[in-house]
C-alpha cells in the first residue's frame, strides 16, 4: 500500500467509525477498533510522505511527480509547484 493509499483508508475508516453505534456500556467496541486502524493507517501515511524527503544513496530528496500528484489527489487539494503556478 502507497501513502497515498494509506491516507485515504485512515479516511475511510475515521468516516465508517462515525456510523458506528457506540454503547456506552462496552469497554472496546468495534468503532473505538476501527479508529485505532484509521491511526496505524495515518501514520504509515506520515511516514511514507516524510521517507520521501529523504536522500537516499546519493539521490536529490523530493517526490517524483507521480508521488507529489498521487498524495494531493489523496488529500483533496489541487496540485501546485512552488509559486502557485498551475502544473497542468
Sequence with gaps: ????????EAERLLAEACTIPR???EGHCEADRTIAEAQVHATLALAA????QAPVD????GMTVEE?????R???TKSQPKGGADRG
Excluded at 58 to 61: E, G, V
Aim: with cysteine.
Design 1 to 8: 500500500m502507497t501513502g497515498p493509499e494509506h491516507y485515504r
Design 23 to 25: 454503547p456506552h456500556d
Design 74 to 76: 489523496a488529500a483533496g
Design 49 to 52: 510522505a516524510t521517507a520521501m
Design 68 to 72: 507529489w500528484d498521487a498524495w494531493y
Design 58 to 61: 546519493d539521490c536529490a530528496a
